[in-house]
């Protein structure tokens, strides 16, 4: 009988896609079985990549990416969701740079061109809120510079920059407007409730059921189909810029500049101006 040990006989191998499927199978099996899943460092799982044939460079994107995915909530399954339509939108790209750098450069872009302010700061995330001074809200209004502030509807904006090798790093950019989805929702009620209305005062009156049921039903409809279409246009609009921003990035044509700064625009200005002749 052969030994199936013996080093003569031909070591099976198996493809990418079945590598896939026999690990995914073993995640499952493990975690229904009850046995305890052990946690990987970095290292553990760079190791573990060069054992199946992976390249660390791959490994750490990889890892740089599942850092900075968001997780879609459940509210983006519910019927807020199905009657409205989507309330966040993100976008992700590997660009060049150092982290730091990269997020002080989307720092300065939010602040800048989207009229946000710093909500809260973490060493690898910033997240932005909109602006409420008097001064801002005229600018959106007038759409300062040609710009529609696309940004400016959201609830929150976030970006998470993780370093994927020393020249490269993962930027994860999210937008929410569950606020304005949550207003759009509140003045389909309305409309609904005069709707309602309405067709309550055409049964008083002695008008048909047929006829009256109309302002309940169609008043409600035409609600839904336009709060959907505005929201729609509001995320796309904002997918838009965020991918509008990561373009620029790849470009390396956003950079942390002096005038970005109340004092370098000073200083700027201070520089523009000829010397007097005595």
Sequence with gaps: MSDPSSPNLPVPRLDRASLERVLARAAELQSTSGDPVDEFTE?????LGREVGLSPQNLRQALAEERTRSIVPDDERG???????????????????NAADVLASIDAWMQ????????????????????????????RA?????????????????????????????????????????????????????????????LVMGVTAVIAAAPVIVVPAIGIAGARAFQQRIVTRAQLSLEQL????????????????????????????????L
């Design 112 to 139: 800048r061109q989207e009229l946000l302010i710093v909500k809260r700061h973490h060493a690898d995330r910033m997240v932005w809120e909109p602006r409420r001074d008097f001064v801002v809200g005229v600018k």
């Design 246 to 277: 990561l373009d620029k990035l790849e470009r390396g044509e956003l950079g942390r500049r002096a005038t970005d700064s109340l004092l370098g625009a000073i200083v700027a200005a201070a520089t523009a101006i000829p010397p007097r002749r």
């Design 142 to 202: 007038l759409r300062v510079g040609g710009r529609d502030y696309a940004l400016s509807r959201a609830f929150e904006v976030s970006a998470t920059v993780i370093a994927v090798d020393d020249s490269r790093v993962h930027v994860g950019l999210d937008a929410d407007f569950r606020g304005h989805r949550a207003a759009a929702a509140r003045q389909t009620v309305g409309s609904s409730l005069v709707g309602a209305a309405v067709t309550a005062s055409l």
């Design 43 to 47: 290292e553990q799982l760079l190791d």
């Design 79 to 97: 019927i807020g969701a199905s009657l409205f339509g989507a309330s966040r939108v993100r976008a992700a790209r590997t660009v060049t740079g």
